[in-house]
């Protein structure tokens, strides 16, 4: 049974044309997390969320922001999609901040038209 | 920066030969995970190390914890094509973040 839920697994956007992805989890863990991953590279945290307490990385563009209204859902919104957003975006659970044992999504392939 | 380098960037060898992967650092870990990404799909858990010296075993692949916790590897007994993916270590930081390692590519041939 999938425990991180993705949706959609592909997204096609237009260029400046806002974006949301979405992140849904069964685990009940505390903490979802956001990661970008582009081709060849690690992944890359942009924020998570511990309850309701939200994280932002120091390095993530303001174009990118995220909700979470309750502990089972996370969603990802791209402002204004540029051609470099293109990527891999990954959702993670933990139980705990801090945690090494992080439950992956399938992603979402994002690409930029 | 506690920065975790992977050799060899990648690898390829055949079906039923014997493979070793590392994941290197300069920095001291609690505990370090090792997960594996297939083309197009999310990493996947395979195992966390937390003890130095510590060896774990999943089937045909052998993690091992160095002594002072600084250092990992992961050794793959004959090989299948099944095993073939991106190898991500990763370890949680000093900001409590967990860092990955850029991986080691392993592809399995037939």
């Known amino acids: 049974d999938a425990m991180v839920i993705q949706n959609p697994r592909y997204q096609v956007t237009q260029f400046g044309k806002p974006v949301t992805l979405s992140c849904s989890q069964t685990?009940?863990?505390?903490?979802m997390y956001w990661y970008q991953q582009k081709s060849s590279q690690a992944p890359k945290l942009l924020f998570h969320?511990?309850?309701?307490?939200?994280?932002n990385e120091a390095d993530t563009p303001d174009n990118f922001q995220s909700r979470r209204p309750n502990t089972s859902f996370c969603f990802l919104d791209i402002r204004s999609p540029g051609l470099g957003d293109a990527a891999m975006y990954l959702c993670?659970?933990?139980?705990?901040?801090?945690?090494?044992?992080?439950?992956f999504g399938p992603g979402t392939r994002l690409l930029v038209l | 920066t506690q920065l975790l380098e992977q050799s060899p960037q990648f690898l390829s060898i055949q079906e039923g030969e014997n493979l070793t992967v590392y994941c290197n650092s300069s920095?001291?870990?609690?505990?370090l995970q090792w997960y594996r990404q297939e083309p197009g799909e999310g990493p996947v858990l395979l195992v966390t190390?937390?003890?130095?010296?510590e060896v774990k075993k999943l089937k045909r692949l052998t993690f091992q914890f160095g002594d002072a916790r600084k250092d990992s590897s992961l050794h793959i007994t004959a090989a299948q094509p099944g095993d073939t993916g991106l190898y991500l270590c990763?370890?949680?930081?000093?900001?409590?973040?967990?860092?990955f390692g850029k991986g080691n590519q392993v592809v399995v041939i037939p």
């Open positions: 190390v937390v003890t130095g010296g």
């Open positions: 969320y511990y309850d309701k307490d939200f994280n």
């Open positions: 990763a370890g949680v930081n000093g900001n409590n973040r967990l860092a």
């Open positions: 685990l009940n863990h505390n903490v």
């Open positions: 920095s001291v870990f609690s505990s």
């Open positions: 993670a659970t933990s139980r705990d901040p801090g945690a090494g044992t992080q439950y």
